[in-house]
């Protein structure tokens, strides 16, 4: 069944444009508590982050699962991966994030964990679906759905990310910037390190409901950079507005992104023999330098489709506990059920405290491959499955690559655009056959 509403990671639009309006988020309130009251449960929780939109779609959810007689409950502003552990905890039959992650204010989207924290199967999103199309009904008053706050829910979560790395490891003499992005992890993540022993200089943890991600956090890496190289700090920490991924800043102010920390936690993992398989998930576009620094270890990168939902249901079907993208959402199976940016940073912070090593040294293991993507935004629809005469073109351009350098084509699912993507060893051969490519799928939209 082709579903309408629910994309890779939920519904997601700018706010009071179709879907994200008040009368479809009641609406996708009811139809989801239709199907998990279906199910035999009634306790579903909402957490949310700090855009300004959050309030009116939590109360829009609530009425709507209320109508349904679903019992829910408020965790208030709570990272993505938070409210994944607490559905677990807590026993909840789901838990919904009211999100857009690392977009501007003004967007705003619906996504669903399980009670297993994991998100939710696909035939379940589209039995919601069934449900929004027909009319909308109200159970009896007796058996509307009541609403109530968990308290210490923050703290809950606080606990857990501390509990992800050894009991007796202390983050005693180590100075860490941490950027929450004025997001959902701005009353935690400080917290977090603060309580481990680390120095923390905190920045973008003052949410006005319009400043998430604005020249902060993940997206935008210059402010926690200069708070780095001015408090000569060990390290920098950049959050994005919901919490599951992060980019890390060395001493020196370079970016760690999330190929180099795959290779951190990947090897210390390996050491600790905790690596099944020897294999890491990473997704088309892992950088092929990761791979050949994981196959100089005998480690396999396993390759998914673009989206860490692609990469969470690779690792589950190989048995594997890690993968992750280069933007920083990093899956550590073995300690949570999704990307986890709090977490993951530990991951990698675990290893520089047994080590000794700074985080620079640890990355030193990856020589990233030049890399150009070129974004073509389209005039017209391209069915890439028939365009034969472009590759063939992509076959040659691989041929002049070799075994080191990659091409990919992928539409964006998001907007009328093809990603170009070329890889390899010579940045200006690279930089001049991605044109190429980018030219010729500009004259198949002409």
């Known amino acids: 069944m082709a579903r309408r509403y629910f994309g890779t990671d939920g519904v997601r639009g700018?706010?009071?444009?179709?879907?994200?309006?008040?009368?479809?988020?009641?609406?996708?309130?009811?139809?989801?508590?239709?199907?998990?009251?279906?199910?035999?449960?009634?306790?579903?929780?909402?957490?949310?982050?700090?855009?300004?939109?959050?309030?009116?779609?939590?109360?829009?959810?609530?009425?709507?699962?209320?109508?349904?007689?679903?019992?829910?409950?408020?965790?208030?502003?709570?990272?993505?991966?938070?409210?994944?552990?607490?559905?677990?905890?807590?026993?909840?039959?789901?838990?919904?994030?009211?999100?857009?992650?690392?977009?501007?204010?003004?967007?705003?989207?619906?996504?669903?964990?399980?009670?297993?924290?994991?998100?939710?199967?696909?035939?379940?999103e589209e039995e919601i679906e069934r449900y929004l199309d027909q009319p909308m009904t109200c159970v009896e008053s007796a058996d509307?759905?009541?609403?109530?706050?968990?308290?210490?829910?923050?703290?809950?979560?606080?606990?857990?990310?501390?509990?992800?790395?050894?009991?007796?490891?202390?983050?005693?003499?180590?100075?860490?910037?941490?950027?929450?992005?004025?997001?959902?992890?701005?009353?935690?993540?400080?917290?977090?390190?603060?309580e481990l022993g680390a120095e923390v200089a905190a920045i973008g943890v003052s949410p006005d409901g319009l400043n998430i991600n604005r020249e902060c956090g993940s997206t935008s890496l210059d402010a926690v950079r200069a708070a780095?190289?001015?408090?000569?700090?060990?390290?920098?920490?950049?959050?994005?507005?919901?919490?599951?991924?992060?980019?890390?800043?060395?001493?020196?102010?370079?970016?760690?992104?999330?190929?180099?920390?795959?290779?951190?936690?990947?090897?210390?993992?390996?050491?600790?023999g905790e690596l099944p398989g020897n294999r890491v998930v990473g997704t088309q576009?892992?950088?092929?330098?990761?791979?050949?620094?994981?196959?100089?270890?005998?480690?396999?990168?396993?390759?998914?489709?673009?989206?860490?939902?692609?990469?969470?249901?690779?690792?589950i079907e190989g048995g594997w506990v890690l993968g992750g993208e280069p933007s920083g959402h990093v899956i550590c199976l073995d300690r949570t059920s999704t990307g986890d940016g709090i977490?993951?940073?530990?991951?990698?912070?675990?290893?520089?405290?047994?080590?000794?090593?700074?985080?620079?040294?640890?990355?030193?293991?990856?020589e990233k491959f030049p890399h150009i993507l070129v974004n073509v935004e389209l005039d017209r629809p391209v069915d890439l499955g028939s365009a034969d005469v472009l590759w063939n073109e992509v076959r040659e351009v691989e041929a002049r690559l070799g075994c080191d350098g990659r091409v990919v084509l992928r539409p964006s699912g998001t907007e009328a655009m093809i990603r170009v993507m070329v890889e390899g060893a010579d940045e200006a051969l690279v930089r001049a056959l991605s044109e190429q490519l980018a030219d010729s799928v500009r004259r198949l939209s002409v």
């Open 144 to 194: 509307l759905g009541k609403a109530e706050r968990v308290r210490h829910a923050a703290g809950r979560y606080i606990e857990f990310c501390k509990s992800s790395v050894p009991p007796l490891m202390t983050l005693h003499g180590l100075r860490l910037v941490v950027d929450c992005a004025h997001g959902a992890t701005y009353h935690i993540a400080p917290h977090v390190f603060t």
């Open 14 to 124: 700018r706010m009071g444009v179709g879907p994200i309006t008040p009368e479809f988020v009641l609406k996708l309130g009811w139809a989801s508590g239709k199907v998990f009251g279906a199910h035999g449960g009634s306790n579903v929780l909402i957490g949310k982050d700090t855009r300004i939109s959050g309030y009116l779609l939590e109360s829009a959810l609530q009425a709507g699962l209320a109508a349904a007689g679903v019992g829910v409950r408020l965790l208030g502003p709570m990272p993505t991966p938070g409210i994944a552990y607490l559905t677990r905890t807590l026993h909840a039959q789901a838990g919904i994030v009211i999100s857009a992650s690392h977009n501007p204010y003004y967007d705003n989207g619906i996504k669903f964990f399980s009670g297993t924290g994991y998100k939710l199967p696909d035939g379940v």
């Open 285 to 315: 576009m892992t950088n092929l330098g990761l791979e050949k620094a994981l196959a100089g270890y005998s480690i396999s990168l396993e390759r998914a489709r673009v989206g860490d939902r692609y990469v969470l249901e690779r690792l």
């Open 228 to 272: 780095v190289l001015e408090n000569r700090a060990d390290l920098g920490l950049a959050l994005d507005g919901d919490g599951d991924r992060v980019l890390l800043i060395d001493s020196s102010g370079r970016l760690v992104d999330g190929d180099d920390m795959l290779f951190i936690i990947a090897r210390a993992r390996q050491s600790a």
């Open 343 to 366: 977490v993951a940073a530990l991951q990698v912070i675990a290893e520089m405290q047994r080590t000794g090593k700074g985080l620079g040294d640890l990355a030193a293991g990856v």
